[in-house]
């Protein structure tokens, strides 16, 4: 067989989460149409199957905040980081808006989006305790 | 493995803040002690091991050409904070399979010449992007332990309560002063739930060790040793979707391959070096290493069986929260705790009789992983 060449990815134009789709400003997945595992961000290859056949999708704007902290470190005064997981199965690192109800884990949240910044903030339904 | 490794000699500078020394400055005078301690000639050594993060190309070489000690190969091995376990993973392998009898291992980093804040990461990580840092990494996880389990954040303090009491044994510790548990609480917050004497200093700092062969280690006649049973390195495991981070598969998986390998099992140990990089780590690595069931850590630290004159002295040197971590000299310094340990050489803080010793030290934040790498070894005194 002849050896043919490869060609790098250009990742680094396509490295923000935040995109427009049809169903509005979401966080970009990309889905495996050979196995169907999920990923975050814009990938080339699935990380399960490492098949190519591979499409960028928008990922739900709803989830649950599975941990958080308030980073006190780095210059940008007290910032609120979380992991959400995602509806759907995907997890990702998101800044936080907590309001006035505060933080916790296994809080429902939701995307928001103000201008190029997204982040994620709680849900609070009626009926909705915490501690 | 098939051949027997032994640790024969140790050496390492006190970790601290050494704004005038290089990376050379660091490393050439344990390099030196060494060798001597070991009673070896540098003509003696067939290959040099070099974990580091930060120094650069050639560091190595840089320090090793100090002393004349060239011709041979030097490795330099990037894994982060594993970087200098997996030098000693890389030297015991070679030793193991029979291609050098003698081996110099050395780990050593400069974390003051960035002049202080967290460690840089590398910004090709999409989660360094969006502005992960360390703290944060293991604040998550502590929230979601204090959340899962009747762990308060007094247990985190008392992790570092005790690390400090150790450490003040340990002439080689960076912080060597005694703290409360208030002390810690009211500490200036990095990272919820962590307080800043939760968090390892950053620091500088250099160690070595002397790796040889059973027949090597006859021929040059050396003395007590401690014989590495086992030297596991593991490579995290891309999760794509809910990784449960109070249980971080890596050290797991790595703890279970130890134990095979060495023969033994966690009640075995007298002691353990943890990567203790944040007093969260600390509590859920008793249950990785299995010392407890999941989610029971803390009611072991609170009955002091991991301390002096319990089961088993988790971080005699004070750990990474008191001792230091300067990143890629820390594997090697666990090292030099347990070869000191199991040969008694330990001074104050030496365990009566210990036999067995384990260290472990993790590398990396990586988006989607747990840890970059996992390296643990198994000793038993010889």
Same mark, same amino acid.
């Given at each position: ?131 | ?205 250099? #160690?070595?060790? !002397?790796?040889?062969? &059973?027949? $090597?280690?006859?021929? @040059?006649?050396?003395? =007590?040793? /401690? *014989? ?100 890629? #000299?820390?594997? !090697?310094?666990?090292? &030099?705790? $347990?070869?000191?340990? @199991?040969?008694?050489? =330990?001074? /104050? *803080? ?33």
């Amino acid at each position: 067989m002849t050896a043919t060449p490869s060609f790098p990815v250009a990742d680094l134009e396509s490295d923000d989460l935040l995109g427009d789709f049809p169903e509005g400003r979401r966080l970009a997945g990309t889905r495996c149409g050979d196995c169907g595992q999920t990923m975050i961000g814009t990938r080339v290859v699935c990380s399960s199957c490492v098949g190519q056949n591979v499409a960028r999708v928008a990922l739900p704007g709803t989830g649950v905040l599975y941990s958080y902290t308030r980073l006190h470190v780095g210059g940008q005064g007290v910032r609120a980081l979380g992991y959400v997981d995602l509806d759907g199965g995907v997890r990702t690192l998101a800044d936080l808006r907590e309001g006035d109800a505060g933080l916790w884990p296994d809080a429902r949240v939701e995307l928001g989006v103000d201008g190029d910044d997204w982040f994620f903030t709680p849900v609070i339904q009626q009926g909705d305790s915490h501690d | 493995m098939t051949e027997d490794a032994y640790v024969i000699s140790a050496s390492m500078i006190p970790f601290g803040k050494y704004r005038s020394s290089s990376y050379v400055g660091l490393a050439v005078s344990p390099l030196v002690d060494a060798l001597r301690r070991a009673g070896i000639q540098k003509s003696d050594v067939d290959a040099v091991y070099v974990g580091h993060s930060y120094g650069g190309m050639m560091t190595g070489q840089r320090i090793t050409k100090e002393i004349g000690l060239g011709t041979v190969p030097t490795v330099n091995v990037d894994n982060a904070c594993s970087s200098g376990a997996t030098a000693v993973h890389e030297a015991a392998t070679a030793i193991a399979q029979g291609l050098i009898d003698v081996a110099v291992v050395i780990g050593v980093e400069k974390l003051t010449q960035f002049g202080g804040g967290t460690l840089p990461l590398s910004p090709e990580d999409r989660e360094v992007r969006q502005g992960i840092v360390m703290p944060a990494v293991y604040a998550m996880r502590a929230t979601r332990y204090l959340y899962e389990t009747d762990a308060t954040a007094e247990d985190l303090a008392l992790v570092s309560v005790k690390a400090r009491r150790h450490g003040a044994l340990n002439p080689y510790a960076q912080f060597r002063q005694e703290v409360t548990v208030e002390q810690v609480l009211a500490a200036r917050p990095v990272a919820d739930p962590l307080t800043l004497l939760m968090c390892c200093p950053t620091g500088d700092g250099a #160690a070595v060790v !002397v790796l040889a062969s &059973a027949r $090597a280690r006859n021929r @040059l006649n050396a003395g =007590a040793a /401690a *014989r590495i049973a086992a030297s596991v390195l593991h490579s995290g495991q891309v999760e794509e979707g809910f990784r449960d981070m109070t249980k971080p598969e890596i050290t797991y998986q790595s703890a279970r391959d130890a134990y095979a390998q060495a023969g033994i099992e966690p009640r075995d140990l007298d002691m353990i070096e943890f990567h203790d990089a944040f007093s969260i780590a600390e509590l859920v690595y008793y249950e990785a290493f299995g010392l407890t069931e999941k989610y029971t850590a803390a009611t072991l630290l609170r009955d002091g069986r991991t301390t002096f004159g319990g089961d088993v002295v988790v971080n005699p040197s004070g750990g990474l929260l008191a001792k230091g971590h300067p990143v890629g #000299a820390s594997g !090697v310094a666990q090292v &030099a705790e $347990a070869f000191w340990q @199991l040969t008694g050489e =330990a001074g /104050a *803080r030496q365990i009566p009789g210990a036999r067995w010793a384990a260290t472990h030290v993790t590398g990396g934040g990586t988006a989607g992983l747990d840890h970059g790498a996992c390296t643990i070894h198994l000793f038993e005194a010889a």
